[in-house]
């Protein structure tokens, strides 16, 4: 089973821009893996932004992106608010299993 | 409007036995994907296991790490699907969540939290 690698940590200024990746273990990440992004406030369940790499849900902001980007899936999020800060976990399927990397805290600060 | 409703967690002795649903609603039951998520207090997300949906012969597929001990089922005829928890151990404490994400869905349940304690 892969290993699914995320930043620990990133720190953001608000209206700014951040890159968040997502790396497989087992070696690039293609859209094969079906990239999910997920954000999660304290409390509550988690809210899915993006499916299938790019793709973007009804409530997904505007301002979050998702790509592949040097062997990785990103989420890339411009012009940061304060209603950004959250946890950020990404997705990977695989041979029949999924896996979740260990999640960024993301500080808007 | 799509929601899906866990039930059936709470505390369990270490070995014994739990059964969980979920119940979908506002969106046709044998169209979705569903996939069972848990998470240990503090800890990130860990993905648990899937049924496809009708097309795909409701077929499941498991973390390596939990097969054997825990299996998924669907009930067409209540509209409910199930998580069926045996041999537990104290570190399969979490909130387990349903969640219909493929494609265009993107939904989550609320979660069960099921806590593994003598």
């Known amino acids: 089973q892969a290993v699914v690698t995320q930043e620990p940590s990133l720190t953001v200024s608000p209206g700014g821009t951040v890159t968040l990746t997502c790396g497989s273990s087992?070696?690039?990440?293609?859209?094969?893996?079906?990239p999910y992004w997920f954000q999660q406030k304290p409390g509550q369940a988690p809210r899915t932004l993006i499916y299938d790499t790019t793709n973007k849900h009804s409530w997904t902001p505007a301002r979050f992106s998702g790509s592949l980007l040097g062997g990785k899936a990103a989420l890339t999020l411009s012009g940061a608010q304060p209603d950004d800060e959250a946890e950020y976990f990404c997705?990977?399927?695989?041979?029949?299993?999924?896996?979740f990397g260990g999640g960024t805290k993301l500080t808007v600060l | 409007e799509v929601q899906l409703v866990e039930s059936g967690g709470g505390l369990v002795q270490p070995g014994g036995s739990l059964r969980l649903s979920c119940a979908p609603s506002g969106v046709t039951f044998s169209d979705l994907f569903v996939d069972w998520v848990r998470q240990a207090p503090g800890k990130g997300l860990e993905w648990v296991g899937r049924?496809?949906?009708?097309?795909?012969?409701?077929?499941?597929e498991y973390a390596a790490s939990l097969k054997g001990r825990f299996t998924i089922s669907r009930d067409d005829s209540k509209n409910s699907l199930y998580l069926q928890m045996d041999s537990l151990k104290t570190e399969d404490t979490a909130m387990y969540y349903c969640?219909?994400?493929?494609?265009?869905?993107?939904?989550w349940g609320q979660g069960t939290l099921v806590t593994v304690s003598s």
């Open positions: 087992t070696g690039a990440v293609t859209s094969g893996h079906f």
């Open positions: 969640a219909a994400i493929r494609g265009v869905f993107g939904y």
């Open positions: 997705l990977l399927s695989s041979g029949g299993a999924r896996v």
């Open positions: 049924t496809k949906n009708k097309a795909y012969s409701y077929a499941t």
